[in-house]
């Protein structure tokens, strides 16, 4: 896989909790290209956001562990990086806008302290006091929220959720990076105000061709911001194809159920189809993590571990009904 | 503005509440058994005297009588005398007062400087052995009253090891710098006596440390958790992932919201400082404001209880706005809420 801008390979992850040992990431495989636009699809709780903050090695450690696991950008693996060349990733590498803006701002700092931050040490170039602040102005501008110059002597309480979403929306995109992570950016505000949100962005990226990895619950959302498609299931990717594909043609008992399961206006929640709960991470199936909810579940995936098989033109699916002895 | 009409706010309820204070300490002096004058005069004293003297201090008026006289000289500045000293009260608490002041103000900074600085190394390094240390420290600190380890102090570094001083403020060849403030150390600082600066502040050392353990001990325990709380937050995730030095993220955009909790509980640990001082002072043999205040209390002196009492609450109230100033400033949900409410 030379070429590729990401690639995580193998990724474990465990969480100490009072009650035990949570066995979250089971081996997350995934490949990103070079201005391709990803998303990843799974339900509440199935790992992705702990995911992507192993990508940018933020994983809040205790109680988070990588226990196993490569995560190499442009070939370099982010996990073996001394912490002055993991910060030189992030930023101006990868910049991640995270699903709640109000928890990811600090609410005693003005938007205009924050921002300015990210500008001074995310970028590339380093530049002076006054074109930082000419940068976040300009910065705000683009994600089109009014008076710029007010808003970076503001709080993150005097702004509406989705104003602190554009805020969020212009950190990362104003230290440029060469792969943004749009972690289910608007599931926490006004249905009014998701749309507006989305499209934003989606111009954004497009502007600056940016390679994204765009994830979401909504599968509509999906067939809308993504090239190709990763869907993850309790802590591995289960099935990845390019879109056309995945929605023509998806492999996975998984995907099958979600695809089943989209609404057919709104676009909201994706479980209800398969019937079934995303297991207990503390004591999870031995074998294929899907085993108990899965209508084709035989002796084999009690034991064993399915991982990804390619199956077809850049289709990838991890169930051993694809797979031959 | 929204810090001008906080504090307007706050000095408002303050009167309120001193004046409460007022009334209820008042009664509570007048309501204890005993006869204070025949008490400060003797029992050998003649009646005629005795009538005279209570005449003098209007304890033969009715309570609310009394109370007026006593408000209206307080207003003036004038809290009466006492029936021991037969000096003004007003005197005696200057005399007495800055001692106290200067031993609980040095506590009080070492208890927030070193309480802090624990509590956010332990909280840095949670589930480490020096978090371990500390959370040992803090179970000891806040179970033991501060008069055991003044105690444990004067015995261990005063007696056995002699490195303290055992009593007072100053060793007896050090003459006194020209009293000021009154607090010797600030009085040696400004007339450049830096012998008795030097000796003035290890004299304080026990007594001082004895006073803070305390209070420090529950300053690193409320700061160690909202340290290891805030370091899982995602606001602190999203600045390292932008690329911000994870030490310049830890000191200012970790430090800054995680000092709330421990800045706001500061008042209330400095009250029990003011409270535990009685005892030490008595230990160390420091000639204070709360060892003046429990003669007072034993003698029945009335007038210099309601003073004692007045003043303590007046620190009380002065010290709680402050905290509440550096929390509003700390913190721009305050400002920002005082500044929309009324
Ligand atoms: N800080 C933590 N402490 C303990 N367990 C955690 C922690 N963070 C995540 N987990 C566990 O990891 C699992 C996956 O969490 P994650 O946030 O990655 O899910 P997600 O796919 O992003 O879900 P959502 O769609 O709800 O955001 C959760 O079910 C939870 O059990
Ligand atoms: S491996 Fe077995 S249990 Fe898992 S999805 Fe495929 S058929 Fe179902
Ligand atoms: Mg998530």
Redesign the pocket.
């Given at each position: 896989m030379t070429g590729a801008l990401l690639h995580v390979q193998g990724l474990k992850v465990e969480f100490k909790v009072y009650e035990g040992v949570l066995k979250v990431l089971n081996g997350v495989q995934m490949v990103v290209h070079e201005g391709e636009r990803m998303g990843l699809v799974g339900e509440a709780g199935c790992g992705k956001t702990t995911t992507m903050k192993c990508v940018l090695r933020i994983l809040p450690s205790p109680p988070g562990k990588i226990t196993a696991g490569q995560i190499l950008f442009h070939g370099r693996d982010v996990l073996k990086m001394t912490f002055h060349q993991v910060q030189r990733v992030r930023g101006r590498g990868i910049a991640m806008i995270f699903q709640d803006p109000t928890a990811a701002l600090n609410p005693v700092f003005t938007i205009g302290d924050q921002l300015m931050s990210v500008i001074k040490y995310g970028s590339r170039d380093s530049l002076g006091a006054r074109e930082v602040r000419s940068r976040a102005v300009a910065v705000l501008h683009e994600v089109q929220l009014p008076d710029p110059e007010r808003i970076l002597t503001n709080y993150p309480i005097q702004l509406s959720g989705g104003m602190r979403q554009r805020v969020c929306i212009a950190m990362a995109l104003s230290t440029e990076p060469e792969l943004l992570i749009a972690d289910e950016p608007t599931t926490s505000l006004d249905v009014t105000i998701q749309d507006q949100i989305l499209r934003l962005l989606n111009a954004l990226v497009e502007r600056r061709s940016t390679s994204v990895i765009f994830i979401t619950h909504s599968l509509g959302v999906v067939r809308e911001m993504a090239d190709r498609v990763y869907v993850m299931y309790a802590g591995s990717i289960?099935e990845s194809a390019a879109k056309e594909e995945l929605f023509s043609n998806p492999l996975?008992?998984?995907t099958q159920g979600l695809m089943r399961a989209v609404p057919k206006l709104t676009g909201g929640g994706i479980a209800e189809g398969i019937p079934g709960r995303i297991p207990d991470y503390l004591n999870p199936p031995a074998?294929?993590r899907?085993?108990p909810r899965?209508?084709?579940?035989?002796a084999?995936?009690v034991n064993e571990v399915?991982t990804l098989h390619e199956v077809g033109q850049g289709h990838e699916v991890?169930?051993?009904?694809f797979q031959e002895q | 503005m929204g810090i001008l009409k906080l504090v307007g706010k706050r000095l408002v309820l303050s009167v309120f509440v001193l004046f409460g204070l007022s009334i209820l300490i008042f009664l509570i002096s007048r309501v204890l058994p005993g006869d204070p004058v025949r008490m400060a005069l003797g029992p050998r004293a003649p009646e005629w005297a005795v009538q005279n003297m209570r005449e003098q201090m209007h304890l033969d008026k009715p309570l609310y009588a009394q109370y007026y006289y006593w408000l209206s000289g307080a207003l003036r500045g004038d809290l009466g005398q006492s029936l021991f000293t037969r000096r003004a009260v007003v005197d005696d608490i200057k005399e007495f007062l800055p001692a106290t002041m200067e031993l609980v103000l040095f506590a009080g900074v070492i208890m927030a400087v070193f309480g802090i600085l624990l509590g956010a190394v332990a909280g840095r390094y949670s589930n480490t052995w020096v978090d371990n240390s500390v959370r040992i420290f803090s179970y000891v600190g806040v179970v033991t009253p501060s008069f055991v380890f003044a105690i444990l102090f004067l015995l261990l570094f005063g007696y056995v090891l002699r490195w303290f001083p055992t009593a007072g403020r100053l060793s007896p060849g050090i003459t006194r710098p020209q009293v000021i403030t009154g607090m010797v150390t600030l009085d040696a600082l400004v007339t450049g006596n830096f012998a008795a600066l030097g000796d003035a502040l290890w004299h304080m050392v026990l007594p001082a440390v004895s006073l803070a353990l305390g209070g420090m001990a529950q300053e690193a325990r409320i700061t160690r958790s909202t340290i290891s709380d805030n370091l899982r937050k995602d606001y602190i995730a999203a600045a390292k992932g932008f690329g911000i030095p994870e030490r310049f993220v830890t000191l200012k955009y970790l430090l800054k919201p995680s000092l709330i909790p421990t800045v706001s509980i500061l008042g209330l640990d400095f009250a029990s400082l003011l409270g535990n001082a009685f005892l030490v002072e008595l230990i160390f043999n420091w000639p204070g404001f709360s060892r003046y205040g429990i003669n007072a209390m034993l003698r029945k002196d009335l007038n210099a209880v309601s003073a004692v009492v007045m003043v303590l609450g007046v620190v009380f109230v002065i010290v709680n706005i402050l905290v509440d100033l550096v929390v509003a400033g700390l913190d721009p949900r305050i400002r920002l809420g005082a500044e929309r409410g009324k």
């Open positions: 289960i996975h008992p998984y074998g294929c899907f085993q899965c209508p084709h579940a035989w084999r995936c399915p991890a169930c051993f009904r | -």
